[in-house]
């Protein structure tokens, strides 16, 4: 998978194929949903599978959970922006949410 700097116009249309609530930072260099759940152990399950899915793809996010709450960010540190997969995590995110 490409970890190289997609441009503000690259990641606004691969923004367009996500599920919604995935918002473009103002400089295009990050992408940001907050996930919610049902309870804690629906968002500590998502958390879980996503946390095995990042170690496979070797990218990882930024990340907070308080409660029922998931607030997610994503970018590639060592593009210093966002890539292919920022993406990728971020429709594997999307269905295992839609998956609860």
Known sequence: ?????????KAEEALK???GGWILSGEG???HKR???RNFGEAFAFMT????????????PDWSNVYK????KLNTHD?????ELD???????DRYAAEK
């Open 1 to 9: 998978m490409a970890r190289d700097k997609l441009t503000k116009a």
């Open 17 to 19: 194929e996500l599920s």
């Open 29 to 31: 260099g990050s992408i």
């Open 35 to 37: 996930f919610e759940f």
């Open 49 to 60: 599978r996503v946390a095995l899915a990042a170690e496979k793809l070797d990218h990882h």
């Open 69 to 72: 709450t998931v607030d997610v």
């Open 79 to 83: 593009a210093g922006g966002l890539t």
């Open 87 to 93: 993406f990728k995590l971020a429709k594997l995110m």
